[in-house]
């Protein structure tokens, strides 16, 4: 059903999507508990850390993917300050592989992330946590025993969506992946061959299959959150 | 209770195989693994002759596999400079071979193809279109080339419409593409009414046709240069890739596709 070429970008994709979301959701559960609960304080100067964290978090959505990438690439390459680190100790090379892509995807998708997450964290009773540490639990037993698990949903919808997000990306990774032949994700397969003699009829089945992973993620990740604020409404 | 178990289950599932399959991309699950893989950086008008070339290599050279980047000379430099790794660089033009060896990058070069450029129009185009002159009729609407300012048959391009006195009156026509194939592209689809590209790119297309040749003497000469590059200094496999691309089997190759071939005329 699909070439070989095809099923390459197809299983790039999934692998730079998949590994964005796994190497980012730790932070960005920790970034959005942080966001919900700091959003009530009398307290100014946690109000204006509050604003400036959210900004930051929020800047890769608003920022051009192109100039992402570019910082990206300065981060990155092997005589960046983290590249450096990368190519020096470890032997690695971030740019132009599919890390930098991964990384590139983490970084864009991960405002949404956040976004979902912080959400379901706001829809979670604060007396339901205190009420753990009332009943002798420390914070960080109430977090994963109480909150955690009730923001699930949330959580997940996050997920896929920072995941939906990581596969379409495009500005960023095509600044950071290159150009190798058989090292494309699916948006990068496709604008190459578009970019070639008869390349506009042979890429249809490339752009289907980015519309219909795009639709599933959006109909799951909307069908959870729905369920996320049907709990709170409970 | 079942139900969220078994969602955070695949979830963990779909993380770890997203994670644990950290294999290069490129490689079908019952290959074996190549044991040496040299990766070239050619000019986008290379794309046929090359992809032939390198699966001669391969199959010539047990275990090694050739993986190819085909882009504007332009990208491919600045990638290289940015910290992409290469063995070797096959330039449309000196300038962009120049840059590389500029860097410190380049650890040997030799100039390998000349070409020529030609103007090629849709092949319905009911415009008439016989000399340059041509083209400052209202019948051409947008011409295309790879970016005047760095893709080498746009800098060509540019070179050759300046020395006509034609550059000035005509800039305002011309779409810049990303390298020559996208120009090529360009004209297939109709989207540009003319366009510049180099003429073995003109024959891979049947639905774009010559309408004429830029005289010789309009630009600097176009040489292809092809770059070993510092990182395969002591590599003797790419060394004898870098050889094998300047012997006579790969000449008959190139000829096939229309390319002149610098090293015979020595």
């Given at each position: 059903m699909?070439s070989?070429?095809?099923?390459s970008a197809?299983?790039?994709?999934f692998?730079v999507?998949?590994?964005?979301?796994?190497?980012?959701?730790p932070?960005?559960?920790?970034?959005?508990?942080?966001?919900?609960?700091?959003?009530?304080?009398?307290?100014?100067?946690?109000?204006?850390?509050?604003?400036?964290?959210q900004?930051?978090?929020d800047l890769?959505?608003?920022?051009?993917?192109?100039v992402?990438?570019?910082?990206?690439?300065?981060c990155?390459?092997?005589r960046?300050?983290?590249?450096?680190?990368?190519?020096?100790?470890?032997?690695?090379?971030?740019?132009?592989?599919?890390?930098?892509?991964?990384?590139a995807?983490?970084?864009?998708?991960?405002?949404l992330?956040?976004?979902?997450?912080?959400l379901a964290?706001?829809?979670?009773?604060?007396r339901?946590?205190?009420?753990?540490r009332?009943?002798g639990?420390?914070?960080?037993d109430?977090?994963?025993?109480?909150?955690?698990?009730?923001?699930r949903?949330?959580?997940?919808?996050?997920?896929v969506?920072?995941?939906?997000?990581?596969?379409?990306?495009?500005g960023?990774?095509?600044?950071v992946?290159?150009?190798?032949?058989?090292?494309?994700t699916?948006?990068?397969?496709?604008?190459?061959?578009?970019?070639?003699?008869?390349?506009?009829?042979r890429?249809?089945?490339?752009?289907?299959?980015s519309?219909?992973?795009?639709c599933?993620?959006l109909?799951?990740s909307?069908?959870?959150?729905r369920?996320?604020?049907?709990?709170?409404?409970? | 209770?079942r139900g969220?178990?078994?969602?955070?289950?695949?979830l963990?599932?779909m993380?770890?195989a997203?994670c644990?399959?950290?294999?290069?991309?490129?490689l079908?699950?019952?290959?074996?693994?190549?044991?040496?893989?040299?990766?070239?950086?050619?000019?986008?008008s290379?794309?046929?002759?090359?992809a032939?070339l390198n699966?001669?290599?391969e199959?010539?050279?047990?275990?090694?596999?050739?993986?190819?980047?085909?882009?504007?000379?332009?990208?491919?430099?600045?990638?290289l400079a940015?910290?992409?790794e290469a063995?070797?660089?096959?330039?449309?033009?000196?300038?962009w071979?120049?840059?590389i060896?500029?860097?410190k990058?380049?650890?040997d070069?030799?100039?390998?193809?000349?070409?020529?450029?030609?103007?090629?129009?849709?092949?319905?185009?009911?415009a008439?279109?016989?000399?340059?002159?041509?083209?400052?009729d209202?019948?051409?609407?947008?011409?295309a080339m790879?970016?005047p300012?760095?893709?080498p048959?746009?800098?060509?391009?540019?070179?050759a419409l300046?020395k006509?006195e034609?550059?000035?009156p005509?800039?305002?026509?011309?779409?810049?593409?990303?390298d020559?194939?996208?120009?090529?592209?360009?004209v297939?689809?109709a989207?540009?009414d003319?366009?510049?590209?180099?003429?073995?790119?003109a024959?891979?297309?049947?639905?774009?046709?010559?309408?004429?040749?830029f005289?010789?003497?309009?630009?600097?000469?176009i040489?292809y240069?092809?770059?070993?590059?510092?990182?395969?200094?002591?590599?003797?496999?790419?060394?004898?890739?870098f050889?094998f691309?300047q012997?006579g089997?790969?000449?008959?190759?190139?000829?096939?596709?229309?390319?002149?071939?610098?090293?015979?005329e020595?």
């Open positions: 699909l070989p070429e095809e099923w197809l299983r790039l994709s692998q999507g998949l590994c964005a979301v796994a190497a980012s959701l932070a960005a559960v920790a970034v959005g508990y942080g966001l919900a609960r700091g959003a009530v304080t009398t307290c100014w100067r946690v109000r204006a850390l509050h604003w400036c964290a900004v930051l978090v890769p959505l608003v920022l051009p993917p192109v992402t990438g570019y910082l990206l690439l300065g990155l390459g092997p960046g300050p983290v590249g450096r680190v990368f190519d020096e100790w470890f032997g690695v090379r971030l740019v132009f592989t599919w890390r930098a892509a991964a990384v995807a983490a970084v864009v998708s991960f405002p992330m956040v976004r979902s997450i912080r964290f706001q829809g979670v009773d604060r339901l946590e205190l009420a753990a009332g009943l639990a420390g914070r960080v109430a977090f994963f025993s109480i909150s955690l698990p009730l923001a949903r949330g959580i997940v919808a996050g997920c969506l920072a995941f939906a997000r990581g596969l379409g990306e495009f960023a990774t095509i600044m992946l290159g150009t190798l032949e058989d090292q494309q699916i948006p990068l397969a496709i604008y190459s061959l578009v970019g070639q003699p008869g390349g506009v009829e890429c249809w089945r490339l752009v289907a299959l519309i219909v992973l795009a599933g993620a109909a799951v909307e069908f959870l959150e369920k996320q604020s049907l709990r709170e409404s409970a | 209770m969220r178990n078994l969602g955070v289950g695949l963990a599932a993380l770890a997203g644990g399959a950290r294999n290069e991309p490129g079908a699950p019952a290959e074996t693994p190549p044991t040496k893989t040299l990766i070239v950086f050619a000019a986008a290379t794309r046929e002759a090359l032939e699966a001669a290599f199959r010539s050279h047990a275990g090694v596999e050739v993986r190819a980047s085909y882009s504007a000379s332009s990208t491919l430099a600045q990638q940015a910290g992409a063995q070797l660089f096959l330039s449309a033009d000196e300038k071979a120049q840059f060896a500029e860097k990058l380049a650890a070069s030799r100039p390998l193809l000349g070409n020529r450029l030609v103007l090629i129009v849709p092949e319905s185009s009911k008439v279109v016989t000399s340059p002159r041509d083209l400052l209202d019948s051409v609407g947008r011409i790879g970016d300012q760095a893709v048959v746009g800098r060509y391009a540019k070179q300046t006509l034609l550059w000035e005509l800039k305002s026509k011309v779409v810049g593409a990303q020559t194939r996208q120009a090529l592209a360009f297939e689809t989207s540009a003319a366009g510049v590209v180099y003429a073995t790119d024959i891979v297309s049947t639905r774009v046709r010559v309408a004429f040749e005289d010789v003497e309009l630009t600097e000469p040489v240069p092809l770059v070993l590059l510092e990182a395969a200094r002591d590599d003797t496999t790419a060394k004898a890739l050889e691309l012997s089997e790969a000449e008959a190759t190139f000829r096939r596709h229309g390319f002149t071939f610098l090293p015979a020595k």
